[in-house]
């Protein structure tokens, strides 16, 4: 199969240089990577389309550095939350990501490749010459197969052409793309399309709906949303001076049982202590249209966006 596949040159590996930082690595260059296949992914931390790709990204890493890949992480924040390096060194090291990131708070890499999305993946042989991209989720195999096509053009002969195998857990899982019918949903007036429509999310409380998220200016204040699918998401913050939150979730009005996510308990309780993403339901049964409640019991709390799963 590997032989039949023929991969365009779709330009070259741009500059590295705009980088803000780096973690897990020295700075690295276009230049420092020839002779090296490198894979390239553009992420945002509290995004949960880059973070169900994470499991099949990290196991590559693993698997074909020996054989002299190199994976490359770009952060990109969408939000402005996501701009401080210590919270992109924090999520890296929760997430377990070892492999070298270039802090891209300035879009400069982002700008450079020409890049629109999250995530975004560039297949680079070791001439530096791009020869494929994958944008957004899914084909897992076929870019392993890229992977290792590049290699053994690298004259890595001894590749393991079995493809890895993931048993992604928690937030990484894949969606259950069959029963999702809700989209990713913001709660910033920048990019939402306002809260008249039945199906969006409705704010009570004292709240002040900022470019990128609303602000909670007093305990009490609740979010409610209509959704359909197994998972249900929340981009949030804490209060500006760090302090904690705590909140409780209903699903229908109850407390959401063996339908909490990882961030609650059966109860429906949690806390609000960092910047990311939490995940709040986790549907076990039989999949339906259910309305979701959030009530933040402090003030302070930042909320972004709804994703689903």
Known sequence: MATTVQLPVEGHLPSLEGATAWLNSEPLTAESLRGRPVLVEFWTFTCINWLRTLPYVRAWSEKYRDDGLVVLGVHTPEFEIEHSVENVRRAAKEMRIEFPIAVDSDYAIWDAFANRYWPAMYFADAEGRIRHHRFGEGEYDYSELVIQL??????????????????????????????????????????????????????????????????????????????????????MAPAADDRPVRFRVLLDGASPGADHGLDIDE???????????????????????????????DPGAQAFVFTFG
Do not use: C, K
Request: aromatic share 6%; glycine share 12%.
């Open 150 to 235: 590049l290699l053994a053009a690298n004259g890595a002969g001894d590749v393991d052409r079995g493809l890895v195998a993931v048993d992604a857990q928690g937030a990484e899982a894949q969606a259950d793309w069959a029963d999702l019918r809700s989209p990713e949903t913001y709660i910033g007036y920048e990019r939402t399309g306002g809260f008249t429509s039945p199906d969006g999310p409705t704010l009570d409380g004292d709240w002040t709906v900022e470019r990128e998220a609303a602000v909670l200016g007093a305990a009490g204040g609740r979010i409610t949303h209509r959704f359909h699918a197994r998972d249900l998401h929340l981009v």
């Open 267 to 297: 109860d429906g309780n949690g806390t609000l202590s960092e910047v990311r993403m939490h995940q709040l339901i986790r549907q076990a049964g039989q999949i339906a249209e259910r309305t979701f409640e959030i009530t933040f019991l």
